[in-house]
């Protein structure tokens, strides 16, 4: 089969189901919609998982510790191991200050993204090097905003990033469906 019939192929299947990622950029808007409603419930939630996800590695870990005893690094094997159960149970044991500590460094992190961009920019010329310029500047503005409200922004800043993030593949995937439709 020629790649040129595959790719129809595969841009073809799924109009046949455009009403299914209808439904579920709607689920998704309506869930993202939910979350701007309570993001600091979002947050929390979202650290309890964290922290649950970060114990499972761990254990899962450990028992591959003990499936592996003649492993020259068994031992960091161990540490690691230990230190994401610590860990989990650390942002479980105290989801606050594991919000406010992960809204730090994403602020930080926006912020050293912004510079970047600057950096790249220099490196070009004309709209790329302005939309750089303005995806730095938004990022930095961010960073520093959140940075402003810190320690405040740690309980809101995750759960509203999901909740957008939401919204965002929600709307993205109505509008994908709605283009799956005419293409019929």
Not at 121 to 132: R, V
Request: glycine share 10%; proline share 2%; aromatic share 10%.
């Amino acid at each position: 089969m020629s790649t040129e019939k595959q790719e129809v192929r595969a841009v073809n299947e799924p109009s046949r189901s455009w009403g299914w990622l209808m439904a579920l950029g709607i689920f998704f808007v309506l869930l993202g919609a939910i979350g701007l409603s309570m993001v600091v419930g979002l947050t929390l939630a979202s650290m309890l998982f964290l922290g649950i996800l970060l114990i499972i590695a761990g254990c899962s870990q450990i028992v591959d510790v003990f499936k592996s005893k003649h492993w020259r690094a068994v031992i960091w094997h161990a540490f690691i191991a230990v230190l994401y159960i610590v860990g989990g149970g650390l942002v479980i044991y105290d989801p606050l200050l594991a919000s406010s500590l992960i809204t730090l460094m994403l602020a930080t992190v926006l912020i050293v993204i912004g510079l970047s961009r600057f950096i790249m920019a220099s490196t070009l010329k004309g709209s790329s090097a302005f939309i750089l310029i303005l995806a730095g500047i938004i990022a930095i503005a961010l960073g520093v905003m959140i940075i402003m409200q810190w320690p405040i922004s740690g309980l809101w800043v995750i759960g509203l990033f999901i909740a957008v993030e939401l919204m965002v593949d929600g709307w993205a995937y109505i509008f994908l469906a709605i283009a799956m439709r005419r293409s019929r």
